[in-house]
Protein backbone atom coordinates (compact mmCIF):
# COMPACT_ATOMS: atom_id res chain seq x y z
CA UNK A 1 0.00 0.00 0.00
CA UNK A 2 1.50 3.52 -0.94
CA UNK A 3 0.91 5.84 2.29
CA UNK A 4 1.95 8.06 0.08
CA UNK A 5 -1.02 8.50 -1.50
CA UNK A 6 -3.80 8.05 1.04
CA UNK A 7 -5.88 10.89 2.36
CA UNK A 8 -5.77 11.22 5.87
CA UNK A 9 -8.71 9.93 7.89
CA UNK A 10 -9.69 7.62 5.48
CA UNK A 11 -8.23 4.43 6.46
CA UNK A 12 -8.44 3.38 9.67
CA UNK A 13 -5.87 3.65 12.85
CA UNK A 14 -3.58 0.32 13.02
CA UNK A 15 -3.26 1.00 16.34
CA UNK A 16 -6.68 1.98 18.20
CA UNK A 17 -6.75 0.47 21.32
CA UNK A 18 -10.35 0.03 21.89
CA UNK A 19 -10.11 -2.31 19.08
CA UNK A 20 -7.49 -4.75 21.25
CA UNK A 21 -5.78 -6.69 19.09
CA UNK A 22 -3.93 -3.66 16.96
CA UNK A 23 -2.24 -3.04 20.13
CA UNK A 24 -0.12 -6.10 19.45
CA UNK A 25 -0.01 -5.95 15.90
CA UNK A 26 -0.14 -3.06 14.38
CA UNK A 27 2.96 -1.68 13.33
CA UNK A 28 5.52 0.27 15.66
CA UNK A 29 8.02 1.59 13.00
CA UNK A 30 7.58 3.38 9.85
CA UNK A 31 6.46 1.72 6.62
CA UNK A 32 9.49 0.20 4.49
CA UNK A 33 9.06 1.52 0.57
CA UNK A 34 8.54 -1.78 -1.00
CA UNK A 35 10.86 -2.04 -4.45
CA UNK A 36 8.95 -0.87 -7.14
CA UNK A 37 10.03 -3.98 -9.42
CA UNK A 38 8.43 -6.60 -6.87
CA UNK A 39 4.53 -5.71 -7.95
CA UNK A 40 5.01 -6.86 -11.43
CA UNK A 41 5.29 -10.38 -10.59
CA UNK A 42 2.74 -13.17 -9.82
CA UNK A 43 0.20 -11.73 -11.80
CA UNK A 44 -3.15 -12.75 -11.23
CA UNK A 45 -4.91 -14.29 -13.79
CA UNK A 46 -8.40 -13.26 -13.34
CA UNK A 47 -10.56 -15.28 -15.88
CA UNK A 48 -14.26 -16.25 -16.10
CA UNK A 49 -13.05 -19.63 -15.56
CA UNK A 50 -12.53 -19.34 -12.34
CA UNK A 51 -16.14 -18.31 -11.66
CA UNK A 52 -18.40 -20.81 -10.88
CA UNK A 53 -22.33 -20.15 -10.81
CA UNK A 54 -22.73 -20.92 -7.33
CA UNK A 55 -19.28 -18.52 -6.17
CA UNK A 56 -21.87 -15.82 -7.03
CA UNK A 57 -24.91 -17.36 -5.38
CA UNK A 58 -24.35 -18.18 -1.51
CA UNK A 59 -27.84 -19.38 -1.34
CA UNK A 60 -27.01 -22.09 -3.78
CA UNK A 61 -24.35 -23.80 -2.84
CA UNK A 62 -25.85 -26.43 -0.57
CA UNK A 63 -28.93 -29.06 -0.91
CA UNK A 64 -31.24 -26.67 -0.20
CA UNK A 65 -31.93 -23.23 0.33
CA UNK A 66 -30.11 -21.97 4.04
CA UNK A 67 -32.36 -19.98 6.15
CA UNK A 68 -32.45 -15.43 6.74
CA UNK A 69 -33.28 -13.11 4.34
CA UNK A 70 -32.53 -13.61 0.85
CA UNK A 71 -30.63 -10.49 -0.24
CA UNK A 72 -29.05 -9.38 -3.27
CA UNK A 73 -25.45 -6.65 -3.38
CA UNK A 74 -24.34 -5.15 -6.43
CA UNK A 75 -21.85 -2.40 -6.48
CA UNK A 76 -19.28 -0.90 -8.69
CA UNK A 77 -15.91 -1.07 -8.33
CA UNK A 78 -14.35 2.70 -9.09
CA UNK A 79 -11.01 4.37 -9.88
CA UNK A 80 -10.17 7.59 -8.00
CA UNK A 81 -11.18 8.90 -11.40
CA UNK A 82 -15.09 7.67 -11.34
CA UNK A 83 -13.91 5.09 -13.81
CA UNK A 84 -14.66 1.45 -13.75
CA UNK A 85 -12.11 -1.14 -12.59
CA UNK A 86 -13.18 -4.04 -14.83
CA UNK A 87 -12.25 -7.84 -14.57
CA UNK A 88 -11.47 -7.45 -11.35
CA UNK A 89 -11.72 -10.09 -8.75
CA UNK A 90 -13.48 -9.70 -5.55
CA UNK A 91 -14.26 -12.27 -2.86
CA UNK A 92 -16.33 -12.30 -0.31
CA UNK A 93 -16.73 -13.70 3.15
CA UNK A 94 -19.64 -13.75 5.87
CA UNK A 95 -21.40 -14.92 8.82
CA UNK A 96 -24.91 -17.10 8.14
CA UNK A 97 -27.91 -15.50 9.60
CA UNK A 98 -27.78 -16.57 13.03
CA UNK A 99 -24.05 -14.88 13.07
CA UNK A 100 -21.84 -17.87 12.99
CA UNK A 101 -18.68 -18.42 10.46
CA UNK A 102 -18.44 -21.75 9.05
CA UNK A 103 -14.91 -21.95 10.72
CA UNK A 104 -12.81 -23.73 13.54
CA UNK A 105 -12.44 -20.80 15.47
CA UNK A 106 -15.81 -19.38 15.51
CA UNK A 107 -17.14 -21.16 18.93
CA UNK A 108 -20.27 -18.68 18.89
CA UNK A 109 -23.09 -20.28 20.63
CA UNK A 110 -25.39 -20.04 17.62
CA UNK A 111 -26.16 -22.97 14.91
CA UNK A 112 -24.25 -23.62 11.56
CA UNK A 113 -26.64 -23.42 8.81
CA UNK A 114 -25.81 -26.69 6.78
CA UNK A 115 -26.79 -25.21 3.62
CA UNK A 116 -24.71 -22.08 3.67
CA UNK A 117 -21.15 -21.99 3.66
CA UNK A 118 -20.15 -17.91 3.63
CA UNK A 119 -17.44 -17.05 0.92
CA UNK A 120 -18.00 -16.26 -2.78
CA UNK A 121 -16.04 -15.09 -5.41
CA UNK A 122 -17.01 -12.85 -8.91
CA UNK A 123 -15.68 -10.71 -11.25
CA UNK A 124 -16.11 -7.16 -12.05
CA UNK A 125 -18.14 -6.30 -15.84
CA UNK A 126 -17.11 -4.30 -17.97
CA UNK A 127 -18.82 -1.42 -16.19
CA UNK A 128 -17.19 -2.41 -13.08
CA UNK A 129 -20.26 -3.89 -11.65
CA UNK A 130 -20.12 -7.01 -9.44
CA UNK A 131 -23.21 -8.50 -7.88
CA UNK A 132 -24.09 -11.57 -5.58
CA UNK A 133 -26.58 -13.06 -3.95
CA UNK A 134 -26.68 -14.08 -0.70
CA UNK A 135 -28.09 -14.21 2.79
CA UNK A 136 -28.28 -11.17 5.22
CA UNK A 137 -25.40 -11.95 7.88
CA UNK A 138 -26.26 -11.80 11.72
CA UNK A 139 -24.30 -9.51 13.90
CA UNK A 140 -21.86 -12.05 16.36
CA UNK A 141 -19.88 -11.65 19.54
CA UNK A 142 -16.20 -11.34 19.30
CA UNK A 143 -15.22 -10.95 23.06
CA UNK A 144 -13.16 -7.39 22.75
CA UNK A 145 -15.20 -5.49 25.27
CA UNK A 146 -18.22 -6.24 27.44
CA UNK A 147 -21.01 -6.78 25.16
CA UNK A 148 -19.03 -6.27 22.07
CA UNK A 149 -21.26 -7.08 19.33
CA UNK A 150 -20.34 -6.68 15.61
CA UNK A 151 -22.95 -4.74 13.46
CA UNK A 152 -23.80 -7.34 10.19
CA UNK A 153 -21.35 -7.11 7.85
CA UNK A 154 -19.58 -8.67 4.65
CA UNK A 155 -16.16 -8.88 4.44
CA UNK A 156 -14.65 -7.55 1.01
CA UNK A 157 -11.48 -8.81 -0.50
CA UNK A 158 -10.43 -7.09 -3.93
CA UNK A 159 -7.32 -8.42 -5.99
CA UNK A 160 -5.65 -5.88 -8.03
CA UNK A 161 -3.58 -7.04 -11.03
CA UNK A 162 -1.63 -8.43 -8.98
CA UNK A 163 -1.23 -10.04 -5.36
CA UNK A 164 0.39 -6.93 -3.87
CA UNK A 165 -2.23 -4.88 -4.53
CA UNK A 166 -4.94 -6.80 -2.75
CA UNK A 167 -7.12 -4.65 -0.46
CA UNK A 168 -9.73 -5.72 2.19
CA UNK A 169 -12.37 -4.05 3.44
CA UNK A 170 -15.93 -4.71 5.00
CA UNK A 171 -19.17 -3.53 3.84
CA UNK A 172 -22.21 -2.89 6.52
CA UNK A 173 -25.92 -2.59 6.53
CA UNK A 174 -28.23 0.73 7.11
CA UNK A 175 -29.23 2.04 10.02
CA UNK A 176 -27.37 -0.28 12.72
CA UNK A 177 -27.35 0.20 15.76
CA UNK A 178 -24.39 -1.23 16.59
CA UNK A 179 -22.25 1.41 15.02
CA UNK A 180 -21.54 3.66 17.89
CA UNK A 181 -20.34 0.93 20.24
CA UNK A 182 -17.91 -1.27 17.25
CA UNK A 183 -14.20 0.14 17.73
CA UNK A 184 -13.06 -1.61 14.16
CA UNK A 185 -15.65 0.48 12.50
CA UNK A 186 -14.92 3.80 14.55
CA UNK A 187 -11.02 3.52 13.79
CA UNK A 188 -11.68 5.31 10.89
CA UNK A 189 -11.39 8.58 12.12
CA UNK A 190 -13.49 10.28 9.36
CA UNK A 191 -17.21 10.48 9.93
CA UNK A 192 -17.65 10.80 5.61
CA UNK A 193 -15.58 7.88 5.36
CA UNK A 194 -16.98 5.49 7.66
CA UNK A 195 -20.47 6.39 5.68
CA UNK A 196 -19.39 5.02 2.84
CA UNK A 197 -19.15 1.69 4.52
CA UNK A 198 -22.31 1.42 4.77
CA UNK A 199 -24.50 0.08 1.82
CA UNK A 200 -27.74 1.46 0.83
CA UNK A 201 -30.79 0.14 0.56
CA UNK A 202 -31.97 -0.02 -3.27
CA UNK A 203 -35.58 -0.50 -4.46
CA UNK A 204 -34.60 -0.57 -7.77
CA UNK A 205 -32.23 -3.48 -7.56
CA UNK A 206 -34.81 -5.60 -5.04
CA UNK A 207 -35.42 -8.78 -7.07
CA UNK A 208 -39.81 -8.49 -7.27
CA UNK A 209 -40.76 -10.53 -4.41
CA UNK A 210 -37.61 -12.44 -4.17
CA UNK A 211 -35.02 -10.39 -2.23
CA UNK A 212 -34.08 -7.10 -1.32
CA UNK A 213 -31.50 -5.01 -3.32
CA UNK A 214 -28.22 -3.39 -1.34
CA UNK A 215 -25.76 -1.40 -3.33
CA UNK A 216 -22.56 -0.80 -1.93
CA UNK A 217 -19.59 0.99 -4.44
CA UNK A 218 -16.02 0.78 -3.91
CA UNK A 219 -13.63 3.59 -4.88
CA UNK A 220 -9.90 2.17 -4.57
CA UNK A 221 -8.05 5.41 -4.17
CA UNK A 222 -8.79 9.80 -3.95
CA UNK A 223 -10.94 11.87 -1.50
CA UNK A 224 -14.09 8.90 -1.93
CA UNK A 225 -11.63 6.23 -1.57
CA UNK A 226 -13.47 3.45 0.54
CA UNK A 227 -11.99 2.80 4.33
CA UNK A 228 -9.58 -0.39 3.49
CA UNK A 229 -7.49 -2.61 5.53
CA UNK A 230 -10.44 -3.18 8.17
FE1 LIG B 1 -16.57 -10.72 10.36
Not at 117 to 146: A, C, E, Q, S
Amino acid sequence: MNFDIIEPGIYPELIYPPYKSTVKRGPTRPALRLDARAPVTGNIAATPSLILPHDMDLTAQGDAAPLGEKIVVTGRVLDEDGKPVRNSLLEIWQCNAAGRYRHKKDQHDAPLDPNFNGWGKMLTDDDGRYRFVTIKPGPYPWGNHDKAWRPAHIHFSLFGNVYAQRLVTQMYFPSDPLFDYDPIFQSIPDLAARQRLVSRFSLEQTVSDQMLGYEFDIVLRGRNATPMGL
